[in-house]
Structures are given as C-alpha cells and as structure tokens.
C-alpha cells in the first residue's frame, strides 16, 4: 500500500471530526471517512485502520490522498461520478418532445411510453429505447401525453425536422464573437392603470388592489438573447411592424455587434421577420448593407418553442411584467433594470 500521504489534523479538525462522529444524522461512508482521518491521525497504519474500520485499503488510500491534496471537507465528500451516457442526442430528444406533441397513431387515443419509445427507434438509429429512458425524457420537458389539454403541434414532416435541426446545429456550435447567434422575438403588453391606490401589505395581510383599471393601450417588447453569452437586450416600442423589426435588426447590427462579420438571428415565422421590411424601410443600399451581415435562421411553424428567446420572455413576464404597468415611460424604466440586472448576474438559457 503507497503510504505517501501522511494525515496530521490541527485541533480544530480534531473537534469538527469527534462532533460529527458523536450524533446527529450523517451518510455512512462519510462517517467512516471521518474515523479513517481520526485513525490516521492518530498513527495508526493502513492496516490496522481497514480493520478497525471495516473498510477496503483503497477507501484509506483514497480518503488520505484527497485530505492532503485538498482539504477536510474534500476527504469527507463524494467524488462527483460521470454516470452513464444519456443514450439519446440533444436532436433525437428534440425529435422525441415533437412526436410527443403530435397526433396520436390512428386508433389510438393517446401517446403512450411504449408507443413513442416504438415510434422513436422507427425515426432513429437506436436498435431499442427503454420506456424509462422515454419517461425521463418527457419528464425532464414536463411533458405529459396523457394530459387532453397539452398543446399539441402538427405532424412533423421534412420541412419541420430541416428548419428544427438547423436552429439545433447553431445552437450546438461553438461561441464565436466573430458570427454570434441571436434569439430575437416580441411580446405584446397591456398598459394599465390605477382607478384607486393599492393598500400596502402589513403584517397578517395581503397587499390589496382594486379589481377596476384603467386601459392605457398597448405596448410591445423585443427581446434579443445571445446564445452563447449572458446577454439579453429589451426593446419597448408602441408597434411592432415591419418598420420596427427593421429598425431592431439595424440596432442589432450597428449597436449590439458593431464588430461581428455575420449575425445569425434566429427567429420565428411572422410575416414581418424578413428580408423585405429592410427594403420598405430603408433605402436599397442601406438595406442590402445590413443584409449582408444578417442570416435568419427560422423555427419550424407552430414550433416558436425551439427558440430560446421564448424562455427568456417567460423569465422577463414573472419577474418583471407580473403587475399593473400604467404607460410606456415606466414600462422602459421598469425592463431596463431588469435587463440590467440579469446581464450583471450571468444568467443563461440552457
């Protein structure tokens, strides 16, 4: 046995051991590594340790190895573990949420586990899926088949499959700052207002309002999310026409990536998120100008799930749009210190 890794405990790791080997509920291999240090410690060789301990001389070896190398609570814990490889693809996952979401086989009622696990090895390469593996597929995307009010999407066909493997791929690169990967969408906002002032929360009570309103119209938001870095931009605006779109692709190419040679923006499949709104708003140079450094990148149709800016409006709609908002002044206050403050955390979609 390599005896390299000598233990010499200081006082305060002495008591922290004794404390945790005297009471209170603790997994069982970290007591033992716990009495395995104390041994050590205490001059007791490998030998006498995997006897009185009752543990294999690798379980010594490796439990020294890591308090020397690293520290008491590394010694103590559980090495992370790889596990085994998921044994579907991020493609074939996403091919298996939109089965999952389609018609049902004729004379069928429903998508059952074995019917999609069926259903998927006919799709793919895989010579058998197990009905756990499909299970924790779905689950993973709370998706329940068996539920009558899901949101189900049409048939998948080759178009559905090229346009959703494509954003998939982009998705899948590499980040590059030279040709960076933008999710764009928008979200209509209903301003309303205060007929008469909420009553503050106190202690034992509910902050209250009154169930009258106000309408003050109506505003949009576009929102744009790097894929590859913790960047998100909110754009409030009155409309959302093909005016607007070009001027957020123009803002998208001189402001946010000024530097970057090619933008890829994926985006969904409304009539106005296309080449031609550049054209109707700008003169024919300055459209072919920001055309030449903008790829779109379309989802499939009835499929604006697949874009990943969907998830981020999700997030801006709960933490931030989850009250009464009375005009467009504080709705722009409002989504730029939200934006501000997610940027600054680092969050990302995954």
């Not at 405990?9 to 997994?27: I, P, Y």
């Not at 999710?183 to 106190?202: H, M, N, T, W, Y």
């Not at 026409?241 to 040679?261: G, I, K, S």
């Not at 296309?274 to 072919?288: D, K, V």
């Amino acid at each position: 046995m390599n005896v390299r890794y000598r233990v010499e405990l200081n006082q305060c790791e002495r008591d922290g051991l004794t404390a945790l080997l005297s009471g209170g509920k603790h997994a069982a291999r970290r007591l033992k590594r716990a009495q395995i240090l104390l041994a050590a410690d205490a001059g007791a060789s490998d030998e006498d340790i995997v006897r009185d301990v009752g543990v294999g001389g690798s379980t010594v070896y490796r439990t020294k190895r890591r308090f020397v190398l690293g520290n008491l609570e590394a010694a103590l814990s559980e090495e992370p573990r790889p596990g085994a490889k998921r044994k579907l693809s991020s493609k074939e996952q996403a091919l298996l949420v939109a089965t999952a979401c389609s018609k049902p086989p004729a004379g069928r009622a429903r998508w059952t586990l074995e019917l999609l696990a069926g259903e998927l090895v006919r799709l793919t390469e895989h010579a058998s899926i197990s009905r756990e593996t499909v299970r924790r597929r779905l689950a993973e995307n709370d998706l329940k088949p068996w539920r009558k009010d899901m949101w189900c999407i049409p048939q998948v066909d080759a178009e559905y499959v090229a346009r959703m493997e494509d954003v998939l791929d982009l998705y899948a690169e590499a980040p590059d700052p030279n040709r960076p990967v933008v999710c764009f969408d928008e979200s209509p906002i209903q301003l309303i207002g205060e007929v008469r002032a909420p009553i503050p929360p106190k202690p034992s009570q509910l902050e209250r309002y009154d169930c009258e309103y106000k309408r003050n119209g109506t505003a949009n938001l576009f929102v744009f999310l790097d894929v590859h870095r913790p960047w998100r931009k909110v754009k409030v605006t009155a409309s959302r026409t093909a005016v607007d779109f070009a001027a957020c692709m123009r803002d998208l190419a001189d402001v946010h990536f000024p530097e970057a040679a090619r933008i890829r923006v994926v985006l969904d499949n409304l009539s106005t998120h296309s080449a031609g709104a550049l054209y109707q708003t700008f003169p024919a140079e300055e459209a072919r100008r920001l055309l030449r450094r903008l790829e779109f990148h379309y989802v499939p149709k009835h499929a604006s799930w697949l874009n990943m800016v969907e998830i981020e409006i999700g997030v801006l709609a709960t933490q931030c749009l989850d009250r009464r908002i009375e005009s467009i002044k504080q709705l722009v206050a409002e989504t730029a210190v939200w934006e501000q403050w997610r940027n600054a955390a680092g969050n990302r979609v995954k």
